[in-house]
């Protein structure tokens, strides 16, 4: 297994350098991801270690580097899990003793650990938001699946917020328990949204149009592939990018009822992940290896989605 520290990791101010160049060529690092370019500058890595075993580890303690850091499971379980409620995710996966049988959740489980409760006691003592990141995910699947269409921002976590006791105590933890948890401060600090996720992880996340039904042009998806049963695209941006996950398996077809797996590469990232349709949700989600698939990775999907 690989070990990255976030130490090795460049931020911000790194990236007018050598490094920058080789990775983003042509552009800059603040010109790919604009205005959420803190909130992003740990996602490249994250997705790559998903499909490699690797992890990450707290990369320092302070508000540059929080950012970054609480962005990344947002985005993963988000967009890689398929999850429209990623707090109702947590819970569950939570309850059943956090399963590592999927690559973002094994990710997850080792760079996080047991600290990304915090994230599920933020969301869910953070409701507005919660609300918010649930009607952004929403909107990135093949078919009309709403949960919970009919709910308020208010009411919206009402539904499973259980014993306040235990977000509390969560909170508490994060100046107890070491670096990951450490980390948690940041996200907990005072009763709303300190590290601006809200904004910024949103903004990252979709297009500004939310297109739902307005898939940007063909002839921006590169078909790197198609056999039977997958199909490898390549495409120029990361906003938005389940759009295109959905017009893959509409180039591709179905074979036997089953859609494609498709293997997803964005230019200056390169290699994202194999993705998975789900018929229930619409949605997809990342899976592993032939070999990991064998263990329905179609339930853990199901977490974070009220269907």
């Given at each position: 297994?690989?070990?990255?520290?976030?130490?090795?990791?460049?931020?911000?101010?790194?990236?007018?350098?050598?490094?920058?160049?080789?990775?983003?060529?042509?552009?800059?690092?603040?010109?790919?991801?604009?205005?959420?370019?803190?909130?992003?500058?740990?996602?490249?890595?994250?997705?790559k270690?998903?499909?490699?075993s690797?992890?990450?580890?707290p990369?320092?303690?302070?508000?540059?580097?929080?950012?970054?850091?609480?962005?990344?499971?947002?985005?993963?379980?988000?967009?890689?899990?398929?999850?429209?409620?990623?707090?109702?995710?947590?819970?569950?996966?939570?309850q059943?003793?956090?399963?590592?049988?999927?690559?973002?959740?094994?990710?997850?489980?080792?760079s996080?650990?047991?600290?990304?409760?915090?994230?599920?006691?933020?969301?869910?003592?953070?409701?507005?938001?919660?609300?918010e990141?649930?009607?952004?995910?929403?909107?990135?699947?093949?078919?009309?699946?709403?949960?919970?269409?009919?709910?308020?921002?208010d009411?919206?976590?009402?539904?499973?917020?259980?014993?306040?006791?235990?977000?509390?105590?969560?909170?508490?933890?994060?100046?107890?328990?070491?670096?990951?948890?450490?980390?948690?401060?940041?996200?907990?600090?005072?009763?709303?949204?300190?590290?601006?996720?809200?904004?910024?992880?949103?903004?990252?996340?979709?297009?500004?149009?939310?297109?739902?039904?307005?898939?940007?042009?063909?002839?921006?998806?590169?078909?790197?592939?198609?056999?039977?049963?997958?199909?490898?695209?390549?495409?120029?941006?990361?906003?938005?990018?389940?759009?295109?996950?959905?017009?893959?398996?509409?180039?591709?077809?179905?074979?036997n009822?089953?859609?494609?797996?498709?293997?997803?590469?964005?230019?200056?990232?390169?290699?994202?992940?194999d993705?998975?349709?789900?018929?229930?949700?619409?949605?997809?989600?990342?899976?592993?290896?032939?070999?990991n698939?064998?263990?329905?990775?179609?339930?853990?999907?199901?977490?974070?989605?009220?269907?």
């Amino acid at each position: 297994m690989s070990n990255f520290s976030g130490e090795d990791l460049t931020f911000s101010a790194q990236f007018r350098g050598s490094e920058m160049r080789e990775q983003y060529p042509g552009m800059s690092y603040r010109d790919f991801w604009g205005d959420e370019y803190l909130w992003t500058a740990l996602l490249p890595m994250a997705w790559k270690l998903c499909s490699t075993s690797g992890r990450l580890k707290p990369p320092g303690e302070d508000f540059q580097r929080a950012v970054s850091w609480w962005s990344v499971p947002i985005h993963l379980l988000g967009l890689g899990m398929g999850w429209t409620n990623i707090a109702l995710g947590i819970q569950q996966w939570r309850q059943q003793k956090f399963p590592d049988d999927n690559p973002v959740l094994r990710f997850i489980k080792e760079s996080y650990g047991t600290s990304i409760e915090a994230l599920e006691a933020f969301l869910v003592t953070r409701d507005t938001f919660n609300y918010e990141i649930v009607e952004t995910l929403k909107l990135h699947g093949y078919q009309e699946f709403s949960p919970d269409d009919n709910l308020t921002a208010d009411q919206y976590y009402d539904l499973e917020l259980g014993d306040d006791k235990w977000y509390l105590e969560t909170a508490s933890r994060s100046y107890e328990f070491g670096p990951r948890w450490n980390m948690a401060k940041f996200l907990l600090s005072g009763d709303g949204d300190a590290l601006h996720l809200s904004m910024h992880t949103i903004n990252s996340l979709a297009f500004d149009e939310t297109p739902i039904h307005d898939i940007p042009e063909l002839d921006e998806i590169t078909i790197l592939f198609s056999t039977r049963d997958r199909i490898g695209i390549e495409i120029p941006a990361y906003k938005g990018f389940p759009y295109r996950l959905i017009e893959a398996m509409g180039i591709h077809g179905q074979e036997n009822d089953q859609p494609p797996i498709v293997s997803l590469f964005i230019k200056s990232l390169g290699y994202i992940g194999d993705f998975q349709h789900s018929p229930v949700t619409g949605r997809f989600f990342m899976v592993g290896s032939q070999e990991n698939r064998m263990v329905d990775p179609h339930r853990l999907h199901l977490l974070g989605n009220s269907v």
